[in-house]
Nanobody
Framework: QVQLVESGGGLVQPGGSLRLSCAAS????????MGWYRQAPGKQRELVAH???????NYLDSVKGRFTISRDNAKNTVNLQMNSLKPEDTAVYYC?????WGQGTLVTVSE
């Protein structure tokens, strides 16, 4: 069984930054790709950033150059550094590993 717990969401002004973290339990963390997804009200969940077990990354076009995903296999964590945040980044952000999902953390970008 794997549990994922996200943290770091909150309210930030446009142009600001937040850092999301996802802590994973279980010993399989290091062999799996990880992803951050988000779901805005009335919209489908979308993949924001993905990191392979080897550290290769992919990003949603709209966040390229602003968001950075990273992982620490020794600590079983994956992080999402979000800079230059925009109101359209407002959503619940979810950490994903295989079929497992975290509970989500709300990010609100607003004046």
């Amino acid at each position: 069984q794997v549990q994922l717990v996200e943290s770091g969401g909150g309210l930030v002004q446009p142009g600001g930054s937040l850092r999301l973290s996802c802590a994973a339990s279980g010993s399989i963390f290091g062999i799996w790709a990880m992803g951050w997804y988000r779901q805005a009200p009335g919209k489908q969940r979308e993949l924001v950033a993905h990191i392979s077990n080897g550290g290769s990354t992919n990003y949603l076009d709209s966040v390229k150059g602003r968001f950075t995903i990273s992982r620490d296999n020794a600590k079983n964590t994956v992080n999402l550094q979000m800079n230059s945040l925009k109101p359209e980044d407002t959503a619940v952000y979810y950490c994903n590993l295989a079929e497992y999902w975290g509970q989500g953390t709300l990010v609100t970008v607003s004046e």
